[in-house]
C-alpha cells in the first residue's frame, strides 16, 4: 500500500491486538463467541476500525497490571511518522494509557517545507522507559506509524562545580596547610 492510496476501514486481529494491546488469539475468540462485532472475510476474521473503541470499554477476566517502574532507570526518545493526524492522537493515547508514558513526555508536530506548506505528515516523539521501547515501537507502529528514530535523550547539561579561592591556590603553589 502506497502512502496515496486509502487505507481500508477494515483491520485483521493481528492490527486490532497491536492497536488494542490484546492478543490476536484472544480476539479471534471473541469474535466466534460473537462477543465483539467481527466479519469473517476468507479464512480470516476482519474488524471495522470504528469498533474498536468497543474493546478500550470490554472487561477482561483479570485486571491488567500497571505499568511498572523502570528497572534500569534508563530512557529512549523514539519518534514514528504519521499521514494520518487522527492517529496521532489515538498513538498518544495509547501511549500514555498502556504504558504510563506521562503526557509532557510526548510531542507531536505537523511536518511542513517552507515554501511548499503543510506536507500532510506529522512526527510524534516520546521518551519511553528503556523496558517498553519494544512495546511503545508496536503501539506506534499499530496505529499507523513509521518509526524514524530511536536515541538516547540528550544528557542533561551539567554544571562544573567552582574549585575554591583558597584551595585553587594551594593547588596552584603546591603548599599544604599545616
Avoid at 493481528?14 to 476468507?42: F, K, M, T
Avoid at 474493546?55 to 504519521?82: E, K, N, Q, V, W
Avoid at 530511536?150 to 599545616?178: C, I, K
Wanted: include cysteine.
Amino acid at each position: 500500500m502506497t502512502m496515496f492510496q486509502p487505507r481500508s476501514r477494515y483491520l485483521t486481529l493481528g492490527q486490532v491486538g497491536a492497536r488494542s494491546g490484546r492478543h490476536p488469539e484472544l480476539l479471534r475468540q471473541w469474535c466466534a463467541a460473537g462477543r465483539v462485532p467481527c466479519q469473517r472475510v476468507g479464512g480470516s476474521w476482519m474488524m471495522c476500525e470504528d469498533d474498536l473503541v468497543l474493546l478500550d470499554r470490554m472487561a477482561t477476566r483479570s485486571h491488567r497490571p500497571a505499568a511498572a517502574p523502570p528497572l534500569s532507570g534508563r530512557r529512549r526518545l523514539i519518534a514514528a511518522l504519521f499521514s494520518d493526524r487522527d492517529r496521532v492522537g489515538a498513538a498518544s493515547d495509547a501511549l500514555h494509557r498502556r504504558l504510563g508514558v506521562d503526557d509532557a513526555a510526548i510531542r507531536s508536530e505537523p511536518l511542513g517545507v517552507r515554501g511548499l506548506g503543510d506536507l500532510g505528515l506529522t512526527v510524534l516523539a516520546g521518551e519511553v522507559a528503556e523496558e517498553s521501547v519494544l512495546d511503545a515501537r508496536r503501539i506506534l507502529s499499530g496505529f499507523g506509524g513509521r518509526i524514524v528514530a530511536e536515541l538516547d535523550p540528550p544528557a542533561p547539561p551539567q554544571s562544573a562545580e567552582p574549585v575554591p579561592r583558597r584551595r585553587a591556590a594551594r593547588v596552584a603553589t603546591g603548599s599544604r596547610a599545616r
